[in-house]
């Protein structure tokens, strides 16, 4: 077996999907019920093609989470649960970016500052060390690396090319250039090239453009990326940009990409206690793809069903599971936010 480093696609074996379990301690408090609900949900969709890895904070958190699982018949031979403390519940951008090196793993442990020091994130940039050590890695060296870098930002095909916004990392290294983490980013992820987008930004996204709110890599030189539609919405001109941008970009091997546009949900509007209101970041780009399927945000819009349908296009003979992600919105992130695949072979 080769030794050669490679940075997976997300469509490749798994051996988990690991999440952490909202509780009264996170941002989550103040609609915690209906959040549990979605979670739920997600669990159940996860566990039905391969294992679930919860994060609890501490014992009588992982009792009250297993009694709700068990009570919605969730399959709990597919479920394990381990305890570390954590902020917030975006394994996206706190969990490990895994690297396959033959049979090993290479886990890099990025600098996580709650996107650019927004949010308290102490515990969650120590999570990847306090998984470690809990040895939940199998065949796994953890390299700490003293870079801010969220999984959210950064895409890969498994084959060499990276994807990612400038916005985001121009805010998380102000002082360094588009080649200086090209090369940055490239030595450390094993890429051969860095494609940039610098168009594209949800409004109720608090990431900075996260490229995995806009556009996606599919297998076989596919790109599936948020489309608007609706010329009157604020979102128009940017996301038409954006996919202008996308439309030039070429393959490795100079061909363009195949391109599958997501349709556009209509506006979700939230009202906060204080009678403040905001809209909401639906983006169906925020898919997570597992063993045999992908799990699609829905919004509970029409768009719902076309969007399944642009994705079973894009990722044919997968199912397609449709998991609502309304109430998860509402902290500015969807399905794929909450969630870090572990390549197959990674779990112990």
């Not at 809990?134 to 390299?143: I, S």
């Not at 995995?212 to 009157?232: G, K, Y």
């Not at 391109?259 to 509007?269: D, E, G, K, T």
Request: glycine letters at 6%.
């Amino acid at each position: 077996m080769t030794n050669a480093v490679r940075f997976p696609a997300e469509w490749e074996p798994q051996s988990a999907v690991l999440i952490a379990w909202p509780n009264a301690g996170t941002d989550w408090a103040p609609r915690l019920g209906e959040v549990e609900d979605t979670y739920i949900k997600l669990v159940a969709a996860i566990t039905r093609f391969q294992p679930a890895v919860i994060i609890v904070g501490d014992d009588d958190i992982e009792a009250y989470a297993e009694a709700r699982l068990r009570s919605n018949r969730i399959d709990m031979a597919r479920v394990r649960f381990v305890t570390a403390p954590y902020d917030d519940t975006w394994l996206r951008d706190s969990g490990p970016i895994t690297l396959r090196r033959g049979d090993r793993f290479d886990l890099l442990d990025f600098r996580f500052t709650g996107w650019g020091g927004k949010f308290e994130a102490s515990a969650d940039d120590q999570l990847v060390r306090t998984l470690d050590e809990h040895k939940m890695f199998a065949n796994a060296r953890r390299d700490e690396i003293p870079f801010a870098l969220e999984g959210g930002a950064i895409e890969t095909d498994g084959a060499g090319t990276l994807l990612t916004t400038w916005e985001c990392l121009r805010l998380r290294h102000p002082d360094a250039s588009r080649e200086e983490l090209t090369a940055k980013l490239s030595g450390w992820l094993h890429q051969d090239r860095v494609l940039w987008l610098d168009h594209g930004q949800l409004e109720g996204d608090d990431t900075d453009a996260h490229i995995d709110t806009l556009a996606r890599f599919a297998p076989d030189n596919a790109i599936v990326f948020q489309a608007c539609d609706d010329a009157s919405d604020s979102h128009y001109a940017g996301l038409k940009a954006m996919a202008n941008e996308i439309a030039a970009l070429r393959t490795a091997d100079g061909k363009p990409y195949r391109l599958f546009p997501l349709p556009w949900a209509q506006p979700i509007v939230d009202t906060e206690a204080d009678g403040n209101t905001r809209r909401l970041a639906a983006s169906y780009a925020n898919f997570l793809i597992v063993n045999g399927a992908v799990l699609m945000p829905s919004y509970g819009d029409a768009a719902d069903t076309k969007a399944a349908e642009v994705l079973a296009q894009a990722f044919p003979g997968r199912e397609i599971v449709q998991v609502d992600c309304r109430p998860i919105i509402w902290q500015n992130g969807s399905l794929h936010c909450l969630t870090m695949q572990l390549p197959e072979g990674l779990l112990a």
